[in-house]
């Protein structure tokens, strides 16, 4: 039979010896060395090498249009539509839902926002804009000018050249004389 002191003593040794049985055996992290990779690697830097490039004119851009300013819009561009109905009703429909709110539906400037504006809006029919070259007006409507916005998000190259071919129409039906009745 063993006495209470030597079991408390073969208690106290016994823990004794797992104390330093785990003190000794490795850290978990240190076993796995792997298991820390990715922050003992070589850290990425994704545009320390620069993207490829695009060869030019391979891609499309801008609409399939070239670039190009309001100067060289003025003089290249030329309007390649025929001025059908069905190309005139689509560009008066395209001028209602862009242009009409600024410049009214008569395109005098006179649209229904055109007074919450900071420069009021152009007369499109009387101004300067009848003198205009189409490519002008529609470098214009494509890229914006002074404080009009651009448009080419909204609409493609060819309801551009619609709006010019409807705003042409209105201004031509302006410049025509009145004939008074009696």
């Given at each position: 039979?063993?006495?209470?002191?030597?079991?408390?003593?073969?208690?106290t040794?016994?823990m004794?010896?797992?104390?330093?049985a785990?003190?000794?055996?490795?850290?978990?992290?240190?076993?796995f060395?792997?298991?820390?990779?990715?922050?003992?690697?070589?850290?990425?830097?994704?545009?320390?090498e620069?993207?490829?490039?695009?060869?030019?004119d391979?891609?499309?851009?801008?609409?399939?249009?070239?670039p190009?300013?309001?100067?060289?819009?003025?003089?290249?561009m030329h309007?390649?539509?025929?001025?059908?109905?069905?190309?005139l009703?689509?560009?008066?429909?395209?001028?209602?839902?862009?242009?009409?709110?600024?410049?009214?539906?008569?395109?005098q400037?006179?649209?229904p926002?055109a007074?919450?504006?900071?420069?009021?809006?152009?007369n499109?029919?009387?101004?300067?804009s009848?003198?205009?070259?189409?490519?002008?007006?529609?470098?214009?409507?494509?890229?914006?000018?002074?404080?009009?916005?651009?448009?080419?998000?909204?609409?493609?190259?060819?309801?551009?050249?619609?709006?010019?071919?409807?705003?042409?129409?209105?201004?031509?039906?302006?410049?025509?004389p009145?004939?008074?009745?009696?």
């Amino acid at each position: 039979m063993i006495g209470p002191l030597a079991r408390t003593i073969r208690v106290t040794v016994l823990m004794i010896a797992v104390a330093i049985a785990i003190a000794a055996s490795p850290v978990p992290g240190f076993c796995f060395p792997w298991s820390i990779d990715m922050y003992r690697g070589p850290e990425v830097q994704p545009y320390a090498e620069a993207p490829r490039v695009t060869p030019a004119d391979t891609i499309p851009v801008h609409g399939g249009e070239p670039p190009m300013s309001l100067e060289q819009a003025t003089i290249k561009m030329h309007n390649p539509l025929e001025p059908t109905p069905e190309n005139l009703a689509k560009g008066k429909d395209q001028f209602t839902t862009y242009c009409a709110p600024c410049h009214g539906e008569s395109g005098q400037g006179n649209g229904p926002v055109a007074h919450l504006l900071a420069k009021p809006p152009k007369n499109l029919i009387s101004g300067t804009s009848k003198d205009l070259p189409d490519g002008y007006i529609y470098g214009a409507i494509r890229d914006g000018v002074l404080s009009m916005p651009s448009y080419a998000e909204e609409m493609p190259a060819d309801q551009r050249w619609q709006v010019v071919m409807y705003l042409r129409s209105m201004q031509s039906a302006a410049a025509k004389p009145k004939v008074a009745g009696n």
